[in-house]
């Protein structure tokens, strides 16, 4: 996912960032790429580190979504979605859950907020809890006899949840959660397994 000699030209510098303000919030779409790449604190811009000097990671995903913002100019659909911490433990098991040993380039991955944890300290929000679902994509699926064949269509498997949410953690409000999920295209509906 390195910039192009044309967007470092032009002034782009690839897809915007997933959004996951609002509990129920998803993103779909189908895997373009990925990379490893060190954190960013975002009030300094600078590079994250754990306290013996190891560098904290993330997985940087970019997927191809049927999403448009008409703030931004020739959007393409492309998020990118930053794996790690609770998402990263979604992300796995929703792999696991279709199947699956890795992240795969052609693939479907959808990710919803679904809600917060308590907060470790006064004034800090609790870290955001979400949900994932994995699609292998017809390509990825290797012969054999356990193999599901690449003509048949792969059934879509419940979205993983992270974990069981803790005692204490702050529950989704029902309703925001219902609006959320009326909000969902058919084809999100779907790949998260729900009734379209």
Do not use: C
């Amino acid at each position: 996912m390195s910039i192009t000699p044309e967007q470092f030209l032009m002034g782009g510098g690839g897809a915007p960032g997933a959004k996951f303000k609002t509990l129920g919030d998803t993103v779909t779409g189908q895997v373009l790429d990925y990379e490893m790449r060190q954190q960013t604190d975002l009030e300094t811009n600078s590079l994250k580190t754990w306290d013996d000097g190891r560098p904290m990671m993330q997985l940087v995903v970019t997927l191809q979504t049927t999403d448009r913002d008409p703030s931004f100019e020739d959007d393409d659909g492309k998020r990118r979605v930053y794996i790690k911490g609770l998402l990263q433990q979604a992300v796995r098991d929703a792999i696991k859950a279709a199947g699956g040993k890795k992240l795969e380039v052609g693939g479907t991955l959808t990710v919803r907020y679904i809600g917060d944890e308590a907060p470790k300290r006064r004034g800090v929000s609790g870290a955001k809890i979400y949900q994932a679902h994995w699609q292998p994509g017809a390509d990825v699926f290797l012969s054999g006899p356990t193999a599901a064949p690449v003509s048949a269509p792969v059934a879509a498997a419940p979205a993983a949840p992270v974990a069981a949410v803790p005692a204490q953690a702050t529950q989704p409000d029902p309703q925001a959660l219902a609006a959320a999920l009326a909000q969902l295209t058919p084809e999100q509906r779907q790949m998260m397994g729900l009734p379209v």
